[in-house]
């Protein structure tokens, strides 16, 4: 691609050429009109090769560079030959209105009070010397030439750091310099290289939407301020493509897969509206849950799990001792036994809950007709109900089972307070068993509820209370 936007670039030379050897007489006739159509016919493929340039994936950064400082020449060839086809309007007396119209602002007086209130003072940071040079720009364009003098003196004096002082003059002819020195001395050149790395390995990671957008947005600013190299020209030319690129790694590095593929399906052209397109899915997702909430230190009430994991673990112990040197031949069949057993909290085999059936033993097939299946078309559908339908089942039965244990265990509970200044014991949480059991005792500070503060070593803790144990002195 890179050798035909270079053939593109060739023939506008030669047109450019052919136009400046023309001289006057190019507008004449229909030179320019001829020459401006194959302008627009050459440009329009340069158009469409940098459009399927941007949809290409795992591009080199070096190309990217080369490609786009190859696209920017082409622009402003084009723009120089636009100049030359377009005839000269020569009026007297131009600008007129526009010279009546500054003519208070150009001679303007500087003025102490107002300098202060836009110019900030340097504090080491890039942000604020980058407000400190627009504000140098903009409050120039306002002063004549005795305020300009004025304003110089005012900067250098009053708004540098000590350390900016030392890389720059100490005396300036005029404001351009001065702005032109501060960007060149104070400002940290970024390479370009280094920007376009980190964008590519960027991802959402541990961050929230916003922050993750953000950092985007930053990378998307910085990687085109960085290549345009002040050119405004350059700049519209870049902008449209960093930011498809930049929306492109925003989708691609979000956490959540629905949601990347829900925002790169809607094929955003802001990168803006990307980011909140994705935070407003986010907000709309349900995070609530009708379960019961667990308790700390209490695996009883985590639910199925556990009580499957004891299960089991029973199950085999008691077959192994009862085969011990043919345990592992046998342990298919218990297991195919243990899957195929109605489980009483889920009501349900596991078999039927993976499978959507029941397992079919050889004394089933003895006792049972077997049903012919004669529409293969509906058997996932019915598979897909079956399976649907017994979760649910099987997941109403596991809440009720839980909360049942729960109120069973709060029921022999005996919730213990503490009062302020008493004492508690702590349970040790060392592994090693030769240790005392309980640690302390320890001030109470206050009671919190399931939770008691404590000084514990010189500094407050806070622990559960299953932990504690109260201290009688």
């Not at 989708?251 to 593929?261: I, M, Y």
Request: some cysteine; glycine content about 4%; charged content about 25%.
């Amino acid at each position: 691609m890179a050798d035909e936007l270079l053939k593109c670039y060739n023939e506008l030379i030669v047109i450019k050429k052919y136009l400046v050897k023309k001289g006057k007489s190019r507008f004449e006739g229909n030179i320019t009109k001829n020459q401006l159509s194959k302008v627009n016919d050459i440009i329009n493929r340069c158009n469409n090769i940098i459009s399927q340039f941007s949809l290409l994936k795992d591009v080199n950064s070096g190309v990217i560079e080369e490609t786009n400082k190859l696209y920017i020449k082409i622009t402003t060839l084009h723009k120089e030959i636009l100049e030359l086809c377009s005839k000269p309007e020569v009026e007297e007396n131009t600008s007129t209105s526009s010279d009546s119209e500054y003519s208070e602002c150009d001679t303007m007086e500087f003025d102490l009070k107002s300098a202060c209130s836009l110019i900030p003072l340097m504090d080491g940071t890039e942000e604020t010397t980058k407000r400190l040079i627009d504000a140098v720009d903009m409050y120039s364009g306002m002063l004549n030439e005795i305020g300009k003098k004025s304003l110089i003196t005012f900067v250098l004096k009053g708004r540098l750091s000590e350390s900016a002082k030392l890389r720059v003059s100490a005396t300036y002819l005029t404001v351009e310099q001065l702005i032109s020195d501060l960007r060149n001395s104070l400002l940290p050149k970024k390479s370009f290289t280094a920007i376009h790395s980190r964008l590519q390995n960027i991802s959402q990671g541990w961050r929230s939407i916003d922050q993750y957008g953000s950092e985007i947005e930053k990378l998307f600013s910085e990687l085109t301020i960085t290549q345009a190299e002040g050119n405004s020209a350059s700049y519209d030319v870049l902008k449209p493509l960093n930011e498809k690129m930049c929306i492109k790694k925003f989708t691609d590095g979000l956490k959540d897969p629905r949601l990347s593929t829900i925002i790169a399906a809607r094929n955003f052209s802001s990168l803006k509206d990307a980011i909140q397109a994705a935070q407003d899915e986010e907000v709309s997702r349900p995070t609530t849950s009708s379960q019961p909430e667990i308790m700390a230190y209490h695996h009883e009430s985590i639910g199925a799990l556990e009580n499957s994991h004891k299960t089991m673990g029973a199950y085999l112990r008691i077959q192994c001792e009862n085969k011990p040197n043919s345990w592992s031949d046998w342990l298919p069949y218990w297991c195919f036994t243990y899957n195929n057993t109605v489980h009483t909290e889920t009501k349900y085999t596991p078999h039927e809950l993976v499978f959507g059936k029941l397992c079919i033993l050889p004394s089933n097939l003895r006792n049972s007709n077997v049903n012919p299946l004669y529409n293969h078309g509906s058997y996932p559908l019915e598979l897909k109900y079956r399976l649907e339908l017994a979760q649910a089942d099987a997941r109403t039965h596991l809440i009720n089972s839980k909360l049942k244990r729960k109120e069973k265990y709060d029921s022999h509970s005996k919730p213990v307070s503490y009062s302020k200044s008493s004492y508690l014991w702590l349970r040790n949480v060392s592994d090693n068993k030769m240790q005392s059991i309980y640690v302390g005792p320890y001030l109470v500070l206050e009671d919190l509820g399931c939770n008691v503060k404590i000084l514990k070593n010189g500094k407050e803790d806070v622990v559960h209370k299953n932990r504690t144990k109260p201290c009688i002195l």
